[in-house]
């Protein structure tokens, strides 16, 4: 039961099991104490598994000091002078619904109805909340931007998808008790997963040695028994030549890749492709092609007993040709030759030693674990660094095992949001257009493949979280005739919107789903507290602005009514499977699948041939059949670092979501302002001490904060925590130092990855602003 209060304390009116659902995905249960519709305090909520009991300072400053923020939205607002002004007028939702109704319907008949747009982020990770935008664009038949690679998120996705089928997948994090070896790559649970740490620590406890493999000094690295600094971007580098060791030392596991990889399979060195066996028997099936053992000739791979594992030769085809093939495992040792523990160190600047060192404690170590984060696959091409990493997985034989695996990102979150039901997405058939949100500035500007005049924004810190900020404002938006933005604060979009939503919190609507990316539960949300002022939620405001142009029939569901059809007609059954009833009395439920979750345990894998595709066929026309490395976009040995030699990171600190909490008071006062942090090499270089403002710049933007001299980051780096607002530095933003440039082999796979880490930039002291 939750905590009662003690005397002097106001007792509540109710206490209400909810759940904190920002962009850390951790899905916290928290009890809600209430007292005339507002906001008391908050408690963890008991969960079903008490290792899961939990909260943070950012998820009580949530809810203590956002929900009520002095700059929060309290109703309608339309802008009477120029965007950005700060001129307002306020109007009530009548008002409001009767002008986006009208420019809305004006923008359809003049250029189609696929110019008006949406987009939606993080900032609630409701299911609805997520997929709302998809929802009305498809009602109205405009355009729905998707937040996947504007995220910054998707290389790691792009790694799973060619080589496991899957999105995302981590063994549950109870099950990394038990490991032997934990390796992290990038991977800083300490600030990002926090509210998990405790498991590692459990391992530690039982004799398990943990590695950190990152630029930083983070907190994480700090806690590991090894931290291995590395150069940005490099990751793939390392992991191939580890995989070159482990080959070369007879220690990888033979009988794991014959039976549960295509690496036997037979790859034509004509075309790249996976040769079939119709093209040796024309009566055959077309399926894939080994070279039996026994026989020492090509054979159907679905009744081969025993498949060579490397082979490079010729094969006799139907009219008696000979095609030079060679196996998929062949193709991977011939991709990691020049991967040396030498050459990767010249390239990552880790030691061939420590390389050599790690890949056979890796492979002499059972069961051992892998781990890798969001930071190393925020490069131009990252997810690289994730197939290299499935790859070393692979031939030890660790995917698919107990205490071990390839993790990271698991849980019921994302695989519940990709599990949406067409149905609910497209009401009564209604459909829209969709397109990759890393391609919405170019469109917008360039009006291909059409027009696109109106954008509408939610859930979506638009200006501190979207690539080149200074872009969207002065080249982007003037081509727009409507920008919409539904929020809860005054944000850097909401001041140049054209009209502003009042939505509200998490803590103030009526029904919605959350899910964990942390672990395999399923969480009812239900209202805790009045709305704050005119505040109403996207599902209602969509509602209202459907109703008036005629598609009313397409919202005539409840909030409650639309997470009960999502649940019951999710297309994964650990999700449809679950009892609605059971989920709306006890507010909490575990998904209908095994715990701890150990991904592929049967090893079946839902890729074209069943297995894991170490040789990706669709990649071969970008030269990435099998995984391999390139230098980043930006990295410093690239010409441009002749201007630009710094690398620029933006890490998640433990104490913000995105842009969600640096506004708070309270987390002002652990992390007051933005800090640049810099090494002592590079400072010295540039007449730099710690304390100094200094000028971060590159062709595209600059900003200027202050820097932290530190032994903690690599020389040849530099790291700004994200999330700040523009207001918080000196001068500029840092977001205006990105870019986004289409990657042609991401695209192939799904779209382009934003690359948020791969930035080169130069630094010089500033001087310091004067006094007001």
């Known amino acids: 039961m939750p905590n009662q209060p003690v005397t002097g304390q106001i007792k509540p009116d109710r206490i209400v099991r909810t759940v904190c659902s920002p962009n850390c995905t951790g899905s916290c249960g928290i009890n809600a104490f209430v007292k005339d519709g507002r906001l008391l305090k908050i408690e963890p909520a008991e969960m079903p598994d008490n290792r899961y009991n939990r909260i943070c300072l950012k998820g009580i400053s949530m809810a203590m000091q956002r929900v009520e923020h002095p700059d929060r939205i309290r109703h309608p607002m339309l802008r009477k002078g120029d965007r950005g002004s700060g001129d307002w007028q306020r109007i009530g939702w009548n008002d409001a619904f009767d002008y986006l109704a009208e420019k809305l319907t004006g923008i359809a008949e003049r250029y189609g109805p696929e110019a008006n747009s949406w987009i939606s982020m993080t900032g609630n990770y409701g299911i609805m909340s997520m997929m709302l935008s998809a929802r009305v664009a498809n009602s109205l038949g405009g355009t729905a931007f998707t937040n996947l690679g504007i995220m910054g998120d998707l290389g790691a996705n792009m790694g799973y998808l060619p080589t496991l089928g899957v999105h995302q997948e981590a063994n549950e994090w109870p099950d990394i008790v038990g490991s032997k070896l934990i390796v992290l790559f990038g991977k800083n649970i300490a600030d990002t997963a926090h509210s998990d740490i405790h498991f590692m620590f459990d391992a530690m406890?039982?004799?398990?040695?943990?590695?950190?493999?990152?630029?930083?000094?983070?907190?994480?690295?700090?806690?590991?028994?090894?931290?291995?600094?590395?150069?940005?971007?490099?990751?793939?580098?390392?992991?191939?030549?580890?995989?070159?060791?482990?080959?070369?030392?007879?220690?990888?596991?033979?009988?794991?890749?014959?039976?549960?990889?295509?690496?036997?399979?037979?790859?034509?060195e004509d075309t790249g492709k996976l040769l079939r066996y119709d093209a040796i028997?024309?009566?055959?099936?077309?399926?894939?092609?080994?070279?039996?053992?026994?026989?020492?000739?090509?054979?159907?791979?679905?009744?081969?007993?025993?498949?060579?594992?490397?082979?490079?030769?010729?094969?006799?085809?139907?009219?008696?040709?000979?095609l030079p093939c060679r196996t998929g495992f062949n193709a991977l040792l011939e991709g990691c030759r020049s991967y040396t523990p030498e050459q990767a160190e010249a390239i990552s600047e880790v030691p061939a030693a420590v390389i050599r060192e790690l890949a056979l404690d890796y492979a002499k170590t059972d069961p051992a674990s892998l781990w890798i984060g969001q930071g190393t696959q925020r490069y131009y091409n990252g997810h690289q660094a994730f197939r290299a990493l499935i790859t070393l997985g692979a031939i030890t034989g660790n995917i698919g095992k107990r205490h071990a695996g390839v993790s990271w990102g698991g849980g019921s979150l994302l695989r519940f949001i990709f599990a949406t039901p067409d149905e609910w997405l497209a009401p009564n058939g209604h459909t829209g257009r969709v397109y990759p949100g890393t391609r919405i500035h170019d469109i917008i500007e360039a009006a291909e493949p059409y027009p696109v005049k109106?954008?509408?924004?939610?859930?979506?810190?638009?200006?501190?979280?979207?690539?080149?900020?200074?872009?969207?404002?002065?080249?982007?938006?003037?081509?727009?005739?409507?920008?919409?933005?539904?929020?809860?604060?005054?944000?850097?979009?909401?001041?140049?919107?054209?009209?502003?939503?009042?939505?509200?919190?998490?803590?103030?609507?009526?029904?919605?789903?959350?899910?964990?990316?942390?672990?395999m539960y399923v969480q009812l949300r239900t209202r805790a507290i009045d709305n704050v002022g005119e505040s109403r939620s996207d599902w209602e405001i969509f509602k209202g602005v459907c109703e008036r142009m005629g598609r009313a029939d397409d919202w005539s569901m409840t909030a409650m009514e639309s997470c009960e059809y999502i649940l019951r007609n999710s297309k994964d059954p650990i999700f449809s499977n679950i009892d609605w009833e059971e989920l709306r009395r006890e507010k909490i439920v575990r998904a209908e699948i095994a715990s701890p979750h150990v991904p592929f345990a049967d090893l079946k894998f839902p890729t074209p041939s069943g297995r894991i595709e170490l040789y990706t066929e669709s990649l071969v026309e970008h030269g990435q059949g099998v995984p391999n490395f390139e230098e980043p976009i930006e990295g410093n040995r690239r010409p441009r670092a002749?201007?630009?030699?710094?690398?620029?990171?933006?890490?998640?600190?433990?104490?913000?979501?995105?842009?969600?909490?640096?506004?708070?008071?309270?987390?002002?006062?652990?992390?007051?302002?933005p800090r640049v942090e810099m090494s002592p090499v590079d400072a010295g270089a540039r007449g730099v001490s710690d304390g100094d403002a200094i000028r971060v710049f590159n062709d595209r933007g600059t900003f200027t904060a202050h820097v932290n001299v530190t032994e903690g980051i690599k020389p040849g780096a530099l790291n700004l925590t994200a999330g700040w607002w523009p207001e918080h530095f000196i001068d500029g933003h840092y977001s205006d130092l990105t870019h986004m440039p289409l990657n042609a082999a991401q695209e192939t796979i799904l779209e382009s990855n934003y690359p948020i880490f791969d930035v080169s930039v130069e630094v010089e002291k500033a001087g310091e602003p004067e006094a007001s």
């Open 454 to 519: 109106s954008l509408w924004a939610h859930n979506y810190g638009f200006g501190t979280q979207t690539p080149r900020r200074n872009r969207f404002i002065n080249e982007v938006l003037p081509h727009l005739e409507l920008f919409t933005v539904s929020e809860l604060v005054m944000t850097q979009a909401a001041k140049c919107a054209d009209i502003v939503l009042p939505a509200t919190s998490y803590y103030e609507e009526d029904a919605d789903i959350v899910a964990s990316w942390n672990n």
């Open 205 to 268: 406890e039982q004799g398990a040695r943990v590695v950190s493999i990152d630029p930083r000094y983070s907190r994480t690295s700090a806690k590991a028994d090894q931290w291995i600094p590395i150069r940005p971007g490099t990751d793939a580098a390392m992991i191939l030549a580890m995989i070159k060791v482990i080959i070369d030392a007879d220690l990888h596991d033979a009988d794991y890749l014959r039976g549960h990889s295509n690496a036997p399979y037979l790859v034509r």
């Open 642 to 673: 002749r201007d630009y030699p710094l690398t620029f990171m933006s890490n998640h600190s433990m104490y913000s979501v995105n842009a969600q909490h640096t506004i708070l008071p309270w987390i002002r006062e652990v992390q007051p302002d």
């Open 281 to 322: 028997d024309p009566a055959a099936p077309g399926n894939y092609v080994v070279v039996d053992a026994g026989t020492g000739l090509p054979a159907d791979a679905a009744l081969a007993a025993d498949p060579v594992l490397d082979f490079r030769g010729e094969v006799r085809l139907a009219g008696g040709g000979a």
